[in-house]
């Protein structure tokens, strides 16, 4: 993770420390030889309001300056914290392009840390907010589904001690759970005491649900045989752009993209529900640039044709729709105010997906 992440509570602080110099030479005394040590939110962290406090290092023996990401141990973020270095580690390994682990968790005193390699906005583009991706190039959803068609489906060592990744997220563990999820979904968006503010796209798009169905009803085989696999593959579960770096220079051969934050890193046995997850969450994670999303969409449709993946097709519009359902459906249940940019994203999916799923049928009725 390269970015400030929030905790649910303010306000509360931490009686380890007694201030900002007592904490500096502990994390000093974590990374023996650091030089150049750094911080992004020291006040925040020792208030209490940021659950991890990040950073930068420099050392002799490393290549890149190094990301410091540092939580309290023995808690929640501390946990997270130890299995976000391990799935990142693991990624590594399985050919994805991930930071390196300069430092692996290492815990004392009751602080845990973590070194991560820096990427530097010089040669990285980083997506630190949502604002942004209203700017961004569509052309950029082709170069993502590039690096993503190359990413996906990894086989989980069977050798390997992997029990840190996440197995029963309901997004992929089986097919009882999507559905159960999907349907929970659209319970939530199509109330009959939907707030007034989430009312407009029942009157734009009148035959949404009855579109939303057909989608679900064509992929219902596909999904329902994909549990019957039994080999283990790896699943991001958080593809978002916001959680990609884009190299400046890239090779010809190679999309140039590190994937970042494997804090949600798990898997599954269903390649469907895999395949669905990771290109829902970036479906749905372009803010309102509709067609930066639709080129990612139409790049993978071209890339699975190449590589003759059976019903890629159906399962393109079933991720569109999928992450429609998810995004709309959450902000339906927190009663966002119209002004938070989740209201104005859910209603950008919303009013969208009947064209985008045109338009993706008319690509594979041309080809």
């Not at 659209?186 to 005491?193: D, G, H």
């Not at 593809?239 to 798990?266: F, Q, S």
């Not at 709309?328 to 927190?334: D, E, I, M, T």
Request: aromatic share 8%; hydrophobic share 40%; glycine share 8%.
């Amino acid at each position: 993770m390269v970015f400030t992440e929030h905790s649910a509570t303010r306000g509360r602080k931490s009686p380890m420390f007694t201030g900002s110099d007592e904490l500096k030479q502990r994390v000093r005394a974590m990374v023996p030889q650091g030089e150049h040590l750094s911080f992004v939110n020291m006040t925040g962290f020792l208030a209490g309001s940021e659950r991890f406090l990040l950073g930068y290092v420099r050392h002799p023996d490393w290549r890149t300056g190094g990301f410091l990401k540092i939580a309290v141990a023995d808690t929640k973020p501390g946990e997270e914290l130890r299995r976000e270095a391990q799935v990142t580690a693991l990624a590594g390994s399985l050919g994805i392009r991930s930071v390196e682990v300069l430092q692996p968790y290492t815990s004392e005193d009751g602080l845990g840390l973590v070194v991560f390699e820096r990427l530097k906005q010089k040669t990285c583009r980083l997506f630190s907010s949502k604002s942004q991706l209203a700017r961004v190039h569509p052309a950029i959803g082709r170069r993502v589904a590039v690096a993503f068609a190359g990413d996906v489906l990894k086989k989980i060592p069977a050798d390997q001690d992997t029990s840190f990744l996440k197995r029963h997220d309901p997004r992929n563990e089986n097919a009882t759970s999507f559905f159960d999820l999907w349907h929970g979904c659209e319970r939530r968006l199509f109330a009959k005491r939907l707030p007034v503010a989430y009312l407009p796209y029942r009157q734009q798009v009148p035959d949404l649900r009855k579109i939303m169905t057909q989608v679900r009803r064509s992929v219902i085989d596909e999904i329902e045989s994909g549990d019957r696999d039994q080999v283990e593959k790896f699943v991001h579960n958080d593809y978002a752009l916001t959680n990609l770096g884009l190299h400046r220079r890239r090779t010809k051969t190679g999309a140039g993209i590190t994937v970042l934050d494997y804090e949600h890193g798990g898997a599954s046995k269903n390649s469907v529900l895999a395949l669905i997850t990771d290109a829902a969450d970036f479906y749905r994670s372009c803010g309102v640039n509709n067609e930066l999303r639709m080129q990612f969409i139409f790049e993978l449709l071209n890339i699975w044709k190449k590589s003759e993946l059976e019903h890629g097709h159906d399962i393109l519009a079933a991720a569109m729709t999928f992450g429609t359902l998810l995004h709309s459906g959450s902000a339906a249940k927190n009663r966002l105010h119209p002004d938070h940019h989740e209201h104005g994203e859910a209603m950008d999916l919303l009013t969208t997906l009947p064209n985008n799923l045109q338009r993706l049928q008319m690509r594979v009725d041309v080809a």
